[in-house]
């Protein structure tokens, strides 16, 4: 587990190191106040004179804290959907973010034509995570954001509602989740640490003692015996994850957010792209061969009926 002081060197622009923009999407529940740590991070980076370029892509949502200079809700009406095609909440978001991801290349001509002068392209989500993370468009919109820029999830906890080993653990499971099924660096926010501080999840995922601890202190029940035995699979999955503590009220600790961001643009650079190119590369070859073996097919037919009559 990642949470050590952050740099000032790192906190000041991790973007500009290798001269490419970071994309950053912001995935949290609903009421884990991602949307207004959105905010706070735009606020953050206006102040240090790099705007960044700010994509909406929740449509349900009714009202923004901040200006989206690309917003799902100008080109789909959300409700319009739900009428039109008998849907219901979820369906009309899924639906929405279907049709927004047919323009995906016109949205990626507009990122191209800013990144030399926008350090930072910010990517909200709808608060109902699971429609983005395991919807079809949710992984085109991530995986051609990746294979563009440097991109960085960061998944926002409610620290006050995770303050109960069950509810941490639910909040952690979701976290391995998108994780694994992104595969892309990585960052767990805990917000609102103005309410209540982020130190008993740090201690419960350096030490397995601290959490075994907190649920003896429970009432007991077959849920506990489950979350020891999660709470041992998830040891590998706490010591390489990033995390830091911020408030999206008071802007506490938005410097070591992006001292994590920073740490995992170097894993986007040192892991992820070379992976991709590897990918890329194998593709490229397994097509060739394909080719090849068509022509040599199509070769072997031309020969076989080389110097035969043919009936008219």
């Known amino acids: 587990m990642d949470s050590a002081a952050p740099g000032k060197d790192k906190a000041v622009d991790a973007g500009a190191r290798r001269d490419e923009p970071v994309n950053i999407i912001m995935i949290g529940m609903a009421g884990s106040g991602k949307t207004t740590l959105m905010q706070r991070i735009n606020a953050y980076l206006h102040e240090r004179k790099t705007p960044p370029y700010v994509v909406n892509l929740d449509p349900a949502v009714s009202k923004l804290p901040f200006q989206a200079n690309i917003d799902i809700r100008d080109t789909v009406d959300y409700k319009q959907v739900m009428s039109e095609y008998n849907l219901g909440p979820n369906g009309g978001i899924l639906t929405s973010l279907n049709l927004f991801t047919t323009k995906l290349d016109q949205v990626m001509g507009i990122v191209e034509k800013r990144a030399a002068t926008t350090p930072y392209f910010l990517y909200d989500t709808p608060g109902q995570i699971e429609i983005f993370t395991w919807s079809a468009s949710g992984t085109i919109i991530t995986n051609t954001l990746a294979a563009t820029y440097p991109t960085v999830v960061v998944y926002v906890v409610d620290t006050p509602r995770t303050a109960s080993p069950a509810t941490f653990m639910s909040n952690m499971m979701y976290a391995c989740s998108i994780l694994y099924k992104t595969q892309l660096p990585f960052l767990v926010a805990f917000n ?75 894993e986007y650079y040192d892991e992820f792209r070379p992976g991709l190119q590897r990918q890329i590369e194998k593709k490229r070859r397994d097509e060739q061969a394909q080719k090849e073996e068509h022509l040599k097919r199509l070769m072997q037919d031309l020969s076989v009926a080389e110097g035969k009559e043919v009936d008219l």
């Open 192 to 266: 609102k640490t103005d309410v209540v501080s982020h130190d008993f999840a740090l201690d419960w995922m350096s030490d397995f003692e601290a959490f075994q601890q907190a649920l003896r202190q429970q009432q007991e029940s077959f849920m506990n015996s489950l979350m020891q035995s999660m709470s041992l699979v998830l040891d590998e999955f706490y010591s390489h994850l990033r995390v830091c503590g911020v408030s999206a009220m008071t802007g506490q600790g938005i410097d070591e957010l992006f001292a994590r961001v920073g740490d995992a643009v170097d």
